[in-house]
Each structure stands twice: as structure tokens, then as C-alpha cells.
């Protein structure tokens, strides 16, 4: 079975602070993992995906990620936050073969101007 | 263009009622999936469909029954409806076909139920 772990539940940062969330997942094979995000009122899109390759994978709106096998980790980063972010951002992993993504249990961001 | 589209989008409702909710996706997706949304955000997949057939049905009240017409649309319906059944019900769907198979998801806009 896989899991998802998202270690901050909350954060509150000011515009221009860094951010990094963390996500830890539990599977046995390869995994497909992705962020989410879903602003307020709106449906979940997604922000960037790791498949394959370099592990340092770039999204939307100036986020990365990067996924380090040995820690079984897919953390979430942005060098400068803006007021827009405000959010809750969603982990998800994806054993290659499944069909169901298991979802981390989120993690709301807010962000002050 | 919408690709993945629920209706209705709220829903307020009397205990002991029966509702549907109903999706479609127009992005040529073999797989949907209902996935509910509670209070505190946690998402928890319900059930999902494969070219009109049930492949996951997780811990879900009988009272929770999906129907999907064709690959394009996955109902939900729920019967008898409780208090515990409010919260924000999000259609999704995927490829699975092996070369298209990414476990990427394309979300509805989500359709909040409120059971008084």
C-alpha cells in the first residue's frame, strides 16, 4: 500500500519568505509524485509532477520540487512567496501500475502581504 | 472548454434525502473517480471507474451509489443522506492506457453538499 506523509498542516509566512513544505511517502516500487494546489473556492490543478530523470523537477509559478529517493521525500520549495500562494498544497503519489494516487492530507498556506 | 465539469455546484439538502451529483469530462479519459473532500481538506478517494467498470470501491456507505452511463460520465448518487455526508465531493479523471498512464489527475471544480 502507499502513503503520503505532509508534516506542516499550517503555515504563515510573509511575502517575499521562503517556503519549503515537506512530503514523505511510503511505497515499494516507482513512484509517480506530483503537488497539487487548490486556492480558495477552486478545484485541485497541478502545480508539478516527477516521473523520471533529474531529480529537481520545475513547476508553475516559480515552484520546485525535488525528490530524493533515499529519503523517500518530495519536498515542495519557493525562494519568495507572494500573497497570491495563499493556498492548500497537496502531495500525492502514484505507484507506477496504480491507478489510484493516494493524497497527502494537505497543508494550508497563508501568506500576508 | 471544461474538461472535467460537476453539477450541481452546491447542494443544501435535508437529512433522509436522496441527491445525485453528476460529472463529465470531455478529455477522452478512460478512468474517473469520486473523490470526497471533509471539513478539515483531507481528500479520500471513494470510488473510481475504468471504461464504465468499478475498480475501487473504498469504505463507503452503500447509501453511496456511482453510476457511470459511459467512459465520459460518472454519477454519484447517495441515498438517505446524514449529517456526516456534508463536505465538498470532487470528480476526477485520468489515462490509464499503459503509454498514457502518468497517475495524473484532472479535477472537477468540486460540488459542496450540505446536509441540514
Known amino acids: 500500500a502507499q502513503s503520503v506523509s505532509q508534516h506542516n498542516h499550517h503555515v504563515i509566512l510573509s511575502e517575499a519568505a521562503s517556503l519549503e513544505l515537506g512530503c514523505n511517502y511510503s511505497y515499494g516500487g516507482t513512484v509517480n509524485l506530483f503537488w497539487y494546489v487548490q486556492y480558495p473556492g477552486q478545484h485541485l490543478q497541478l502545480l508539478l509532477k516527477?516521473?523520471?530523470?533529474?531529480?529537481l523537477v520545475k513547476g508553475i509559478k516559480g515552484f520546485e520540487a525535488e525528490f530524493i529517493k533515499s529519503k523517500f521525500s518530495f519536498n515542495l520549495r519557493k525562494p519568495s512567496v507572494q500573497w497570491s500562494d495563499t493556498a492548500e498544497y497537496f502531495c500525492a503519489v502514484n505507484g507506477v501500475g496504480s491507478y489510484i494516487p493516494t493524497f497527502g492530507r494537505g497543508t494550508s498556506l497563508i501568506v500576508h502581504p | 472548454d471544461t474538461a472535467v465539469s460537476q453539477t450541481p455546484k452546491y447542494l443544501v439538502t435535508q437529512m433522509g434525502n436522496d441527491k445525485s451529483i453528476k460529472c463529465e469530462q470531455n478529455?477522452?479519459?478512460?478512468?474517473m473517480y469520486w473523490y470526497k473532500q471533509d471539513s478539515k481538506k483531507f481528500l479520500k478517494i471513494m470510488f473510481s471507474?475504468?471504461?464504465?467498470?468499478?475498480?475501487i470501491n473504498e469504505t463507503v456507505p452503500n447509501r453511496f451509489s456511482p453510476k457511470s452511463p459511459d467512459k465520459a460520465h460518472l454519477n454519484l448518487h447517495i441515498n438517505s443522506l446524514e449529517l456526516g455526508d456534508s463536505a465538498v465531493y470532487f470528480c476526477?479523471?485520468?489515462?490509464?492506457?499503459?503509454?498514457?498512464?502518468?497517475?495524473?489527475?484532472?479535477f472537477g471544480e468540486g460540488s459542496r453538499l450540505t446536509v441540514l
Open positions: 478529455l477522452g479519459h478512460d478512468t
Open positions: 476526477a479523471s485520468s489515462h490509464t492506457r499503459l503509454a498514457l498512464n502518468t497517475g495524473e489527475l484532472f
Open positions: 516527477y516521473f523520471s530523470g533529474d531529480p
Open positions: 471507474y475504468n471504461n464504465k467498470e468499478l475498480i
